[in-house]
C-alpha cells in the first residue's frame, strides 16, 4: 500500500511532510517532496488530503478491490471530492460534506 507523488505538480510546501504520521515523506534538495519509506505507508490518506495542488495519488490495489485504481482528493469549500482513476480510463467522483464527518 503506497502512494505516488507527482515531482512535477509538487510546489514544496511540505504539508504532507508534517502531516504524515509515520513521518514516511521527505523533500529532496529541490524542495519536491518524495515517498522516503514506502512499504510503510499504511493508507490513512492524510497527505493526499492536505496537498493544495492534488500532486499525490494512493494506490488502490486488488486486495481492496480497486486493481489498480488511483485515488486523490479536491476540496471546495466544505465538500471533499475523491476521485477514483480507473485503469480502463473510467472515473468515478464521491462527494463528502466534511460538516457531516464523524456524525454518528
Ligand atoms: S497515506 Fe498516510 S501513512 Fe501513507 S504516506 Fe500518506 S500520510 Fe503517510
Ligand atoms: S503537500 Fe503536495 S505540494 Fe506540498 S510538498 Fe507535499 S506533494 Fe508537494
Do not use: Q
Not at 504532507?16 to 514506502?38: H, N, S
Not at 499504511?42 to 495519488?57: L, N, Q
Request: glycine share 10%; proline share 4%; charged share 35%.
Amino acid at each position: 500500500m503506497s502512494i505516488e507523488i507527482d515531482k512535477l505538480k509538487c510546489v514544496g510546501c511540505g504539508k504532507c511532510r508534517d502531516v504524515c504520521p509515520g513521518t514516511l515523506i521527505a523533500l529532496d534538495e529541490e524542495k519536491r517532496a518524495y515517498m522516503k519509506y514506502p512499504r510503510d505507508c499504511w493508507g490513512c490518506t492524510s497527505c493526499i488530503k492536505e496537498c493544495p495542488v492534488h500532486a499525490i495519488r494512493f494506490f488502490l490495489g486488488a486486495d481492496m478491490g480497486g486493481l489498480g485504481s488511483r485515488l486523490h482528493t479536491e476540496k471546495n469549500g466544505d465538500i471533499l471530492r475523491w476521485i477514483i482513476e480507473k485503469p480502463d480510463g473510467v472515473t468515478e467522483e464521491i462527494d463528502v460534506d466534511t460538516r457531516e464527518s464523524n456524525k454518528y
